[in-house]
């Protein structure tokens, strides 16, 4: 995915509240949360929340969007590894990325 696309979704994200990992069920939810907070008959400045509005929505089909669009894969990569042990082969050492591995 293109660097550009990514910060769209980073950014979304932020617009709606939601942490780093967010199932479809949170990303609703947020949503939901986000237009009650912001509605045009809600809130004081009608043209102020309606320009939030906007942005919620768009921040909510991106989001929405990505969640159905991402490919999921159920078996292991071309090395043999799953996803865990693909990372911690790559970035294990890496003082940043490095974590606790489960056995």
Known sequence: MKKDKWKAID???RILGLTEKASRNEIRQAYMR???LNHPDIATSGQ???KEISRINAA??????YADNYRINFMPNE???????????HFG??????GEKEE
């Open 93 to 98: 050492q890496d003082p940043i990325w490095a």
């Open 79 to 89: 090395d043999g590894m799953d996803d865990t042990d693909w990372w911690f082969y």
């Open 11 to 13: 950014k979304a994200r």
């Open 48 to 50: 102020e929340s309606e």
């Open 34 to 36: 986000a237009c009650k």
């Open 60 to 65: 909510y089909r991106l989001l929405m969007e």
